[in-house]
């Protein structure tokens, strides 16, 4: 076992050790909303502790970083924190979680990091952190954190106040040929439902009156239990006070005839589903080793159309993946105006070692892949468009609301999720049953909205 103490550079008179001054701590988040839930968490421990939480890179006692692997790219950009954290200051404790360094923690050992865990048990870098700055030996890396096996407790209050996250499940049992998620993340293991209530209950009592229940298999919650997803919201809709529920992004054969139907009859889910989908050809869904079929995946959509009016979507999509010919190309990009998905969020395939995608022939080159995203995002653009003309002059069901003010206008996101702004001589009302659309900007993505 590798044991680290910061007393090696005490030693050397790089550091030394002052035990009255309040510490410091910048928390470094890259990668997705579960890591920025569990960041959240982690900051508002270090603060029960007394320390000072500084914007990342100012000049801290500590840094921690949060990372992302599901690119290489994030990769990229999580061993550039770890580096701009030891520069900023080069005595203090740097360290580093997360899902890069569940897959390299040697690697981010070697670039500056003084401790590293991975996934799980990700709440003890707090005790690690004031350990090495008491001086304390502890594990340069954790390996037990490496092999996460259950859901860790944690809870999070973010710094808006109207809406908040709620982390109810961790892990992938999927086996998609593109992703390294399985690996960083281990198996699925989900809250229990008494605390993701009590979680709920509490986030109500302090003010916020959205939440976001995200996962990294959200729809997966509950697996192996007769308690599933469907059975939590149902639960969520008798907690007093709460306005609105969102979920992360779903799976698309979660969503079944049955699921849908309860879902229909429940008030505080928002008529706004992000879809795991990655592509619209059936041909690439089958090389990628999803399990669906794009013509399912239009049968599900516009079953849950017919089911819940007004409904919009939104989904990730992959391009350039391997063996992706020009005619599977064009095949996902007219799936996303046959769906009318309403906000796309599109990639580049990025090989990840370790992957069945790797193995695979007909890769596409670099340029031809910039090439196919700026085209599915055009693709993309003007669908949206579409979708939105259809919403101007109407008043949204649930109104909206808004996160921030800014020069007298308030920014936020309709029922539908559709991004709004209007005129507001002040941030007294996050939330408002009333608002009509008047005008979509294609340049800012922003709708125009009047308080009614």
């Not at 993340?185 to 009156?209: C, I, M, Q, T, Y």
């Amino acid at each position: 076992m590798l044991l680290y103490s910061i007393k090696e550079r005490v030693r050397k008179g790089s550091i030394g050790l002052e035990t009255k001054k309040t510490r410091s701590v910048a928390v470094c988040t890259l990668g997705c909303r579960v890591n920025l839930y569990e960041s959240e968490a982690v900051s508002d421990c270090f603060a029960k502790r007394g320390f000072e939480i500084r914007p990342f890179p100012e000049k801290s006692d500590a840094y921690v970083i949060n990372t992302c692997g599901v690119t290489s790219e994030s990769e990229r950009k999580s061993r550039q924190m770890i580096r701009r954290a030891r520069s900023a200051n080069p005595s203090a404790v740097v360290a580093v979680m997360g899902c890069a360094s569940q897959l390299r923690p040697e690697e981010c050992a070697r670039i500056g990091a003084d401790t590293v865990l991975g996934t799980g048990k990700k709440m003890t870098v707090v005790d690690k952190v004031c350990a090495l700055l008491d001086g304390e030996k502890v594990e340069r890396i954790d390996r037990e954190s490496l092999e996460p096996k259950e859901f860790e407790k944690m809870s999070a209050v973010t710094q808006e106040r109207a809406r908040a996250f709620v982390k109810i499940e961790d892990g992938c049992d999927s086996a998609c040929a593109y992703c390294c998620i399985p690996k960083a993340r281990g198996r699925v293991r989900s809250k229990s439902p008494e605390d993701v209530v009590a979680e709920v209950r509490s986030l109500v009592a302090n003010g916020f009156s959205e939440v976001v229940l995200t996962g990294v298999e959200t729809a997966a919650y509950g697996k192996g239990t007769p308690y599933g997803l469907i059975d939590l919201l149902e639960t969520l809709e008798g907690v007093e006070g709460l306005r609105r529920i969102r979920m992360g992004s779903l799976e698309p054969q979660w969503l079944k005839a049955d699921v849908v139907d309860r879902l229909a009859v429940l008030s505080k889910p928002m008529p706004h589903y992000h879809l795991s989908l990655q592509s619209g050809c059936t041909r690439t869904l089958n090389r990628m080793k999803r399990r669906y079929t794009a013509e399912r995946a239009l049968e599900i959509i516009g079953y849950m159309r017919e089911k819940l009016p007004g409904v919009t979507f939104g989904s990730d999509f992959i391009v350039g993946f391997p063996g992706e010919t020009e005619e599977d190309f064009c095949a996902s990009a007219a799936f996303v105006e046959k769906a009318g998905i309403l906000n796309c969020h599109v990639f580049a395939y990025s090989e990840r070692e370790g992957t069945d995608a790797v193995l695979l022939d007909g890769k596409v080159d670099e340029h031809e892949k910039k090439l196919r995203s700026a085209r599915f995002r055009s693709v993309c653009d003007a669908t949206k468009a579409k979708i939105i003309s259809g919403f101007i002059e109407r008043e949204m069901p649930v109104g909206a609301l808004f996160e921030t003010y800014k020069d007298g206008y308030v920014y936020g996101h309709t029922d539908a999720f559709i991004e709004v702004r209007a005129r507001a001589d002040e941030f007294a009302r996050p939330f408002v049953t009333k608002i009509k659309l008047a005008k979509y900007d294609k340049d800012t993505q922003i709708t125009e909205g009047v308080i009614l």
